[in-house]
């Protein structure tokens, strides 16, 4: 939309209020008013006067007025009160994961199980730690300096990471 504007502020500067009268024209709204400025175009502003403005907005979702002179070239934004969204609908809230209680304690005997087809191995140990099914967690076993990591499946009953029961 372009507008001319006729009114000449003081010193050869564009009058801001004749500004203001634009983009209420351009909006259908009055300042202060859902889908109209904000507030009004500040009057410190020391614009050069433009024999006809443009207005446009500045995104599709009409959140500011631009006014854009092409001779003198300068342009301006002018905030919209937007109207407002409606809210959201309500979502449940995910699940909160219930802590499992610990099969294997600290302490207790376990024997790590693995095989498949044809074979199976066990060994026994000791675990150095609480676990919950399906909680990886060490394992001392005599021979070993270094503890094994475990599976746990149930009470006293683990196999090893990568190895299905």
Do not use: Y
């Amino acid at each position: 939309m372009i507008l001319p504007l006729l009114l000449a502020g003081a010193a050869g500067f564009q009058d801001v209020s004749a500004l203001d009268a634009a983009v209420t024209a351009f909006t259908g709204r009055p300042i202060g008013v859902e889908g109209g400025a904000r507030s009004a175009v500040d009057a410190r502003l020391k614009l050069a006067q433009c024999p006809t403005v443009a207005l446009s907005w500045r995104t599709e979702m009409h959140d500011a007025v631009v006014i854009a002179c092409a001779s003198p070239q300068w342009r301006i934004f002018v905030p919209v009160l937007s109207v407002p969204k409606a809210a959201p609908a309500a979502t449940a809230m995910p699940a909160v994961a219930i802590k499992q209680e610990p099969v294997i304690r600290r302490g207790d005997p376990v024997t790590i199980e693995a095989g498949s087809n044809g074979f199976s191995i066990t060994r026994d140990g000791i675990a150095m730690a609480d676990a919950a099914p399906g909680a990886h967690f060490p394992v001392r076993i005599d021979s070993a300096r270094q503890p094994v990591q475990a599976v746990a499946l149930s009470s006293g009953r683990a196999t090893l990471p990568g190895w299905a029961e």
